[in-house]
């Protein structure tokens, strides 16, 4: 990738805030932080080590649980260190290109997961005698993977041209992330056509799994109604109230950022943190919390660690 940058190091200036706030903010998003991490590691963890997890839906929710730890691992540190210095935290210039296709890398991927774990809900409740065989293990992985690959490949589709542009005056971004549109707003060159290809790019991707997960949850509700008993009905229900409120939470932020027209950068900080720092740290708690099967295997593992310390 080669630009006409003569800028070496930009300057995140993180998220407003009152300057007494500081300390306040820094501790609690560090909570938040180590919470995120140790949550997805459990989850992960106990996946691995219950075989009675060893399905599909388990088996992308670990993908899910790795995604989130890394895609706030991505974020969280420098967040951290804009609260520690008031005048802002630097970054090179190829190690703000490293984290904006990590971070687009992570998300876009999220949202092709997304959609395929509706998809394995869908195929749950609507064949449930043919689920094993439709779903089975090497189907898994090859969704699994196609999700990685077509993340890598929308983020490189916005990376290349956004720092092909020339970077020769102002440095500072207006954000706690090397994130595109405060990234593009730096450049000393017409934008408008990258603004478009990325536009087109995040519009494409997160409208269409959308609606593929909202056809997906029309399907599900159509066959839960068929559903004779209502013990049957609410247990279906359940399986699928999780990933729902997972969806929204990470969607509605994502298409008020970037599919909005204008750009507000002070409100798009803020909301930028439901998405990049909370939704890591909800997909663990709504799934321990909202599930049986991952509270028994909780309850399963700490008995086990319980009786190997005595």
């Known amino acids: 990738m080669t630009n006409a940058s003569l800028v070496t190091t930009f300057i995140l200036t993180g998220l407003p805030y009152a300057p007494e706030l500081d300390m306040l903010l820094f501790g609690i998003f560090l909570v938040i932080y180590v919470l995120t991490i140790v949550g997805n590691l459990l989850i992960m963890l106990l996946i691995i080590v219950n075989p009675h997890l060893h399905t599909p839906m388990y088996y992308f929710l670990s993908n899910l649980s790795f995604i989130d730890m890394w895609y706030s691992t991505v974020t969280v540190p420098k967040m951290l260190m804009t609260l520690e210095s008031p005048e802002g935290s630097p970054i090179s210039f190829p190690s703000c290109v490293a984290q904006f296709y990590s971070f687009d890398f992570l998300g876009s991927t999220e949202c092709f997961l997304y959609t395929v774990m509706s998809y394995d809900r869908f195929l749950a409740i609507s064949y449930p005698l043919r689920y094993a065989s439709m779903m089975s293990g090497r189907m898994c992985a090859i969704l699994a993977t196609t999700t990685w690959l077509s993340g890598s490949l929308h983020s490189a589709a916005q990376t290349i041209p956004t720092f092909r542009l020339p970077f020769c005056g102002p440095n500072q971004i207006q954000h706690y992330i090397c994130d595109a549109p405060s990234i593009l707003k730096l450049a000393c060159a017409d934008t408008s056509t ?6 087109v790019n995040i519009g494409l991707v ?30 279906a229900f359940q399986t699928c109230a999780s990933h729902c409120t997972v969806v929204l939470c990470f969607y509605v932020p ?21 998405y990049t720092v909370m ?32």
Not at 258 to 267: A, I, T
Not at 281 to 286: H, T
């Open 194 to 199: 990258v603004e478009m290809v990325i536009f």
């Open 206 to 235: 997160a409208l269409g799994c959308f609606l593929l997960i909202m056809l997906s949850y029309v399907s599900i509700v159509h066959s839960i109604l068929k559903i004779c008993t209502s013990e049957g009905r609410w247990r």
């Open 254 to 274: 994502l298409v008020f950022i970037y599919l909005r027209p204008g750009s507000k950068e002070v409100v798009d900080r803020i909301v930028a943190v439901f």
């Open 279 to 310: 939704t890591p740290l909800l997909n663990p708690v709504v799934y321990t919390l909202r599930n049986k099967d991952v509270k028994k295997a909780l309850l399963k593992l700490k008995k086990s660690v319980f009786i190997q310390s005595k």
